[in-house]
């Protein structure tokens, strides 16, 4: 920022899948040798308290600390900037030294390049699949996200709080896209956000996501948000009786026949027979 505390460059990501010209979001940027003088104090101040909240963090936008996307402040577009290196290495050795084992799942969808699949690999920290993106574009770009080539080392998602719903993905894409969805989870539109949630809970995927309007089955109309739009969003709210009994024996179901969830010792119901069950 200048003397004045205008921003004289600001954030934002260059044209993607979401917005075809780029994401300008206005904020203005890290100062990362400041940072690194003070061996990344705040960050770690701000890790840690987030860690008092929950277990793991899911580090956004994780290819900024390998480059980041970098606008004129004058510009009205994300469209022209430039990519500047990111703190590194030197960032994550220091968090590893402060906490030990990173409890970190790198966003690491975009614009991605070899730096920032080295960098996640070096710390081991397991990146995204998201299934909405398995199913249309050309062969090598959806590769990545069918869960057949994932690899244990990554977190998969139905679709992310960027993304629309599921149902209402599936209701707007291309036929050729749903044809393909099809074929490959070996079933009809019926019951389609469920059949997502089983490839995902299914996959070798060391954590498995779903948002709650997944597993509430709501269209469109429950999206969370749309990227590059300014306003209208995150205004979703669950309904105060949309949970319910029947939705918690099919999910204990599916945490009970993948395997998924804590290493716990606990009577669940499984098709109306109580088991005596260890998942982890």
């Given at each position: 920022m200048d003397k004045q505390g205008n921003p004289t460059v600001m954030a934002g990501v260059p044209p993607d899948y979401f917005s075809p010209?780029?994401?300008?979001?206005?904020?203005?940027l890290y100062r990362w040798n400041v940072h690194a003088e003070s061996g990344y104090a705040?960050?770690?101040?701000?890790?840690?308290?987030?860690?008092?909240?929950?277990?793991i963090i899911r580090l956004d936008h994780f290819r900024g600390f390998a480059g980041y996307w970098e606008v004129p402040a004058k510009h009205l577009t994300a469209e022209k900037g430039h990519w500047v290196p990111g703190p590194g290495a030197d960032f994550f050795t220091k968090v590893q030294q402060a906490l030990g084992e990173l409890p970190l799942i790198a966003e690491d969808?975009?614009?991605?390049?070899?730096?920032?699949?080295?960098?996640?690999?070096?710390f081991d920290l397991p990146g995204m699949k998201v299934l909405q993106f398995a199913f249309g574009g050309d062969t090598f770009s959806v590769a990545a996200f069918l869960p057949h080539n994932y690899s244990p080392l990554c977190v998969v998602y139905t679709g992310t709080h960027d993304n629309d719903t599921t149902l209402g993905w599936y209701k707007s894409s291309p036929e050729g896209e749903r044809d393909f969805c099809r074929r490959y989870l070996g079933r009809s539109s019926d019951d389609i956000v469920w059949n997502m949630i089983r490839a995902a809970w299914s996959s070798v995927a060391v954590f498995s996501l779903t948002t709650m309007q997944d597993l509430l089955n709501l269209d469109s109309e429950a999206r969370m948000n749309f990227p590059g739009k300014p306003s209208g969003n995150w205004t979703w709210r669950m309904p105060a009786h949309a949970l319910n009994l029947d939705l918690r024996d099919r999910l204990t179901d599916f945490n009970f026949v993948?395997?998924?969830?804590?290493?716990?010792k606990e009577e669940v119901v499984v098709k109306e027979e109580t088991l005596e069950v260890e998942t982890e």
């Open positions: 010209t780029g994401q300008l979001w206005g904020n203005p705040w960050w770690l101040e701000r890790l840690k308290a987030v860690l008092h909240l929950v277990d969808l975009g614009e991605i390049t070899p730096d920032v699949i080295a960098l996640r690999e070096q993948y395997g998924r969830g804590k290493i716990i």
